[in-house]
């Protein structure tokens, strides 16, 4: 008797046993989940190396109330369904499906009064590569991934009750253990009072549909690193996701991918010139930097398509003819004040950070209105707006105490219809932006991609970035606005886009083809945002995104060392880049010279001439390199770039004010480059002097004021160029600096500089260094 207790005790033990974990296994890889919906093991099927967190398991799901994540208390695992359990009764259930590259995880049901759902963490010991947007962790051996099935899962850390990753993406983050995987989805299916934007406080968000937690779903795969995108591809496949192609390719794997394009401010009469000009660089397209009077609506410039949508479409057809792209630029859900969604009746549909009661009457030309509460007025805003029925209303300020009155009140802003109103109407603060626009909610937002996307159809227009995409934020429903907005669009135009944006995003990355950081406004060709362009690059690499190097301004002085200075990087990095070509800048006299090192650099890159060693020594922004091709055969130019600082010193009378320094010509006799910078934000450098060897000295009768520069090459004529690289004079020099032969050599500099300011002296010496021959050889990428 005692005996077969014994066994019954036993055999129920076992049977616990066998139920304490469940193993999700396909050919690929495998997860397991214990008892406690925690994620034990994430295994490589072919090598059986376990690559969770044994001390730190990750869970397949947590959930959020009241700010708080909880942990599950336990789990029922079936093969088909797992049951998650939490404190006080609540619980989950998920269907599982097991695929041949991936196996994906769906809630069902789960209990009432449930903010949000986090999936995760999955902690693996993975730290090589982190995709932080893309959501893939990689080793050498091994790759984790985890993807979001649709728009209500967001990729990411769950940080904010709006459900918005501000950052580039966390999906995948590093951790001291290595990695962790995770993503979220908000319980948007009731009215909410939250902060949007991380900005306006308590704002009031009615309930959407489909806004619950059910149908909330990741897929998660593991492979060996190369078959990453392999992978992606049939979840997206098989799951629906958008499949964005490029030239009947899936655009993550489409050789076009990333390609070099124009941007300008083109019209009706001058396309045929930057199409034309375009094709000589080997552009992949012309992209229009500024083509709307309004945004909302969308209505073109009539200065520049005097035959509005028909003359647009023209331009589009032009370039389809010789094999180039179209391109437009807007900030996607910005709404300009001279939109007919502002004016002469503002659309109720606009964003609103919180609605608030006229406690009085007042006349149409009232410049003050008494409210009942400041909750919605004391954020003060860039255009600092409030809508009362037809009528938008701006104010200065609001009162510190009862009566709250809105204060220097514009009566009829914006083209709106100034009236009187009674006690008891409603007055509701419209949310803003420094760029001087207001923003739809979520309804609006639907409507404005609509018109993006009939734009599209009605132009054939081929390119679009959504630049100011975070603006997609203002409807206060985080990730899920951002990314519905770009589906909205992508699905409603009738043929491919090329598609960029100003942010990262897990699920928008399937929509995207490209990311191309770094703007030309702020500094010089070579300075504007150098170090964003270079730290830009392993994001690119890490995501699985197109390299791109941003925007680069061609004016009539860029000269061709800047473009060798560009395209040397595009070479390092295999990367694509935007030029900004206006009208003016086609005046430049190194035209030519610029088109035909484009098509240079352009050719050894895609026949992929620079070995791995080459490419590595590229990437480096203080190396310079020139191209060139000799019956048949290419080869690279290097410089050496000397670089000394000088700064002006308060110094005993009599003692030299010079400094000198010592450098190399590793080549034959040749003349080297000097340029002169005066480094600072005041003072000037005043009738600098150069002497070399002792032996030839300069006296150069000019004054480079702070962020000017002077460049003098073989010339006795000197250019004197602003802080953002546009040539503002010419200085006559007394001699030209002489050939220098191979060996040492040494330059001292002198000037009248204020010793009591922080303004240096940069000298920059560039000599020729060598010459080699490129290659195709197996290393070259």
Known sequence: MIKNVISCFLLLLFQQMLHAQQEYRNKAFSIKIDNKGQVVSIKDASALKDYAVTDKPGFLLQVVEAGKTIC?????????????????????????????????FRVTEISKGIDALIWGPLNTTIADTIGNTVGVVR?????????????????????????????RGTTAVAKPFGSSLQAFTVNRSHDRNIKVWDRWPDVPL?????????????????????????????????????????????????????????????????????LTYAKKMGMAGVYEEDPFETWGHFVLKKSLFPNGRAGFKACVDKAHAIGLRLGFHVLSNFITTNDAYINPVPDPRLALA?????????????????????????????????????????????TKSVPYRLTGCTRGAFGTRKTEHLAGEQVSRLIDHPYNVFFPNWELQKEMAANIANFINETGVDQMDFDGHEGTYASGMGDLSFNTFAEDVFKKANHPMVLGSSRANHYFWHINNYLNWGEPWYGA?????????????????????????????ITAQTSPDDID??????????????????QDALANPNMNDIISLINLWTEAQHQGLFNRQQKQWLKDPANEAHLLKDAGKWYMQRFDKFEFIYQAQTLQPGQPTSSAWEFENKQAAQS??????????????????????????????????????????????????????????????????????AGNHKISFDALMDAGLPLKARLTLKLLEGREMLAKSSVAN
Request: glycine share 10%; net charge neutral.
């Open 672 to 741: 080297p480059q000097l340029i002169i910078a005066a480094n600072g934000e005041k003072g000037g450098i005043k009738n600098p002097v150069i002497e070399i060897d002792n032996a030839f000295r300069l006296s150069i009768p000019v004054t480079l004021l702070a962020g000017q520069s002077l460049v003098i090459f073989n010339s006795n004529v000197g250019v004197i160029y602003d802080q953002k690289g546009k040539m503002i004079d010419h200085v006559t020099l007394d001699g030209k600096i002489p050939k220098l032969t």
């Open 565 to 582: 200075w560009m395209l040397a990087r595009a070479a390092g990095f295999n990367a694509g880049y935007a030029l900004v070509v206006r």
């Open 206 to 274: 009615k309930a959407i549909s489909d806004g619950g937690l059910n149908g909330s779903a990741i897929a998660l795969f593991g492979c060996k690193p190369a078959g990453v995108l392999n992978a992606i591809e049939s979840i997206i496949r098989q799951e629906g996701l958008p499949y964005s192609t490029l030239k009947k390719q899936w655009i993550k794997k489409s050789t076009g991918s990333g390609q070099a394009y124009m941007i300008s401010t083109f019209n009706e009469t001058n396309i045929d010139t930057f």
């Open 525 to 553: 060709f070579r300075e504007s945002q150098s170090d964003l362009r270079i730290a830009n690059q392993k994001f690119y690499e890490d995501n699985y995104l197109p390299n791109m190097l941003g925007w680069f301004l």
């Open 72 to 104: 599950p208390v336990s789990a029922d695992l079936g093969k088909d369904a797992i049951t998650i359990f939490f404190p006080e009764g609540k619980s989950a259930k998920i269907r599982t499906g097991l695929k041949d590259s991936y196996i994906t």
């Open 354 to 398: 919180g609605t608030d009661t006229i406690m009085a009457k007042i006349t149409a030309d009232a410049t003050e209105i008494e409210v009942k509460s400041d909750k919605y007025f004391k954020l003060r805003s860039d255009l600092n707006s409030v809508r009362i029925g037809d009528e938008i209303v701006r104010f200065m300020d609001v």
């Open 139 to 167: 080793s050498a051996g091994f790759a984790v991934g985890l993807q979001c099935l649709n728009k209500k899962t967001s990729g990411g850390e769950f940080v904010n009750d709006e459900g918005a990753v501000y950052e």
